[in-house]
């Protein structure tokens, strides 16, 4: 969902940047899960097309910037991808937990905290980049 979701941001903030999401122990090429697609499509997302794919080198190096969604995963990455420890961040103070198995509520929870998370990160670069 967040990859979805920053890119639907950025298309309204008029802000041009690449966005990717993987997943530290993703199996590639998995769809979203129904809920996800579900809650995405509330808000106009159609996310039937996407494919999981698992984090890897080439894109720890591509990579500007890693958020993820909890500080395990933050730590997970920067012990595996030390060099790369620059650019990993949590995207939000309060760990962000996968929904996965719980109801669309959740799920419904889980889009709207990473919006919020989103558009904030958004405000924050933009007033970098204003200075």
Not at 70 to 98: F, G, M, N, W
Not at 107 to 118: A, D, P, W
């Amino acid at each position: 969902m967040a990859e979805y979701l920053f890119r639907k941001l950025i298309k309204e903030y008029d802000i041009e940047i690449e966005v990717s999401s993987a997943g530290i122990f993703a199996l590639e090429g998995n769809k979203a899960s129904i809920y996800s697609q579900e809650v995405m499509k509330e808000i106009g997302v159609d996310i039937t097309n996407h494919s999981s794919k698992k984090i890897d080198n080439e894109l720890m190096e591509r990579a500007n910037c890693v958020f993820t969604m909890t500080k395990e995963q933050a730590e997970i990455l920067k012990s595996v991808y030390p060099k790369y420890s620059y650019k990993i961040s949590t995207l939000s103070d309060e760990d962000i937990l996968d929904p996965y198995g719980k109801d669309i509520e959740t799920y419904r929870e889980v889009r709207n905290k990473i919006e919020k998370e989103l558009k904030n990160l958004i405000k924050n670069m933009m007033v970098r980049v204003d200075l």
